[in-house]
């Protein structure tokens, strides 16, 4: 079975293809090559400074949700996923009396990218249990499949899901996950016969990554490559990714206080610096990941 790092990180590495038909519905392609070219400037973050203010002091509700999901987008094409994700909570609570769960669906793909499975999964759960789910259930029931299949390298939820049409869109991505995770070739064989054109196929045969969560920083998550600092031990695990160092500082605290040899390493991307929380898998990296979740953190293994 190939490690858990070349599924998740794998699948979480960015696809142009994806990503322009992505973004493509609320940008122009000039604002999409730009930020391809020049990442997250200044002038970015002045926009999502004025969002922060307007949703902070808008006396409307509408104003502040639409502020929000303004800067949720800004954020994610940046690739600051963490705050990204806040951005679309947000989004989706600001009026109490209607739920938005367009945006916690888009919380929870960011969610899953920054290995925040549980916080996923509640969103999906939330959206599953309403009663305007019909809308959102499909997309919803293949992001909790998603983060079932990281966190327990248990790709039957995935699989499930394959002879439903209602999830036909997501086919060539579960195919690519379920062969990642399982080493199956049969699922590969599937993915070559039943979608030759993908970006998963296409991705497999030049040797690259692929991701259905698209960001232009693809290279944002650990890839065995980067700046990165790494504890030295072969099996090494990643427990949390952060734009915001004292937050990877108070979980390596967390983690040494519950007994878990761990340390945060800096990787900058664009000019754009992130922390990478990491701990050491030990001798059976099996049972660390047990203990770890036991102890109630997330993680996955990486090089």
């Known amino acids: 079975m190939r490690t858990r790092k070349s599924a998740y990180a794998g699948y979480r590495y960015g696809i ?9 519905k609320s940008f122009s392609v000039f604002f999409l090559l730009f930020f391809v070219r020049y990442g997250f400037t200044e002038n970015m973050e002045m926009r999502v400074l004025q969002f ?22 800004l ?12 951005a679309w909570q947000n989004a989706a609570m600001t009026d109490k009396n209607n739920r938005d769960d367009a945006a916690l669906i888009e919380a929870a793909v960011c969610f899953i990218a920054i290995g925040e499975f549980d916080k996923a999964n509640a969103n999906t759960r939330m959206v599953l249990i309403s009663e305007k789910a019909s809308a959102f259930a499909p997309k919803a029931r ?57 970006p998963e196929t296409l991705a497999i045969k030049d040797g690259k990554a692929v991701s259905a969560f698209p960001s232009i920083f693809w290279q944002f998550l650990p890839s065995g490559t980067g700046d990165a600092s790494r504890p030295p031990q072969t099996n090494t695990l990643q427990v949390g990714v952060f734009s915001k160092e004292e937050n990877a500082r108070t979980l390596v605290k967390k983690l ?9 390493g800096k990787k900058t991307i664009n000019d754009q610096t992130y922390w990478i929380v990491l701990a050491a898998g030990g ?21």
Do not use: C
């Open 142 to 198: 293949y992001l909790a499949a998603v983060a079932e299949a990281f966190r327990r390298f248990d790709i039957a939820p995935l699989i499930a899901l394959l002879p439903d049409s209602a999830y036909g869109q997501y086919k060539p991505s579960i195919y690519y996950i379920a062969w990642k995770i399982s080493n199956a070739n049969d699922y590969k064989t599937k993915l070559f016969s039943e979608y030759p054109n993908s």
């Open 16 to 24: 142009l293809h994806r990503f322009a038909r992505y973004a493509a």
């Open 52 to 73: 922060e203010k307007t949703a902070a002091s808008s006396s409307s509700i509408s104003e502040r949700k639409e502020a929000y999901v303004q800067m949720a987008k």
């Open 256 to 264: 040494l206080a519950a007994g878990f040899d761990s340390e945060s």
């Open 283 to 303: 001798e059976n990296i099996n049972m660390t990941l047990n203990r770890l979740k036991a102890a109630g953190f997330d993680a996955f293994p990486v090089k």
């Open 75 to 86: 954020l994610y094409l940046a690739g600051d996923l963490e705050r990204a994700a806040a």
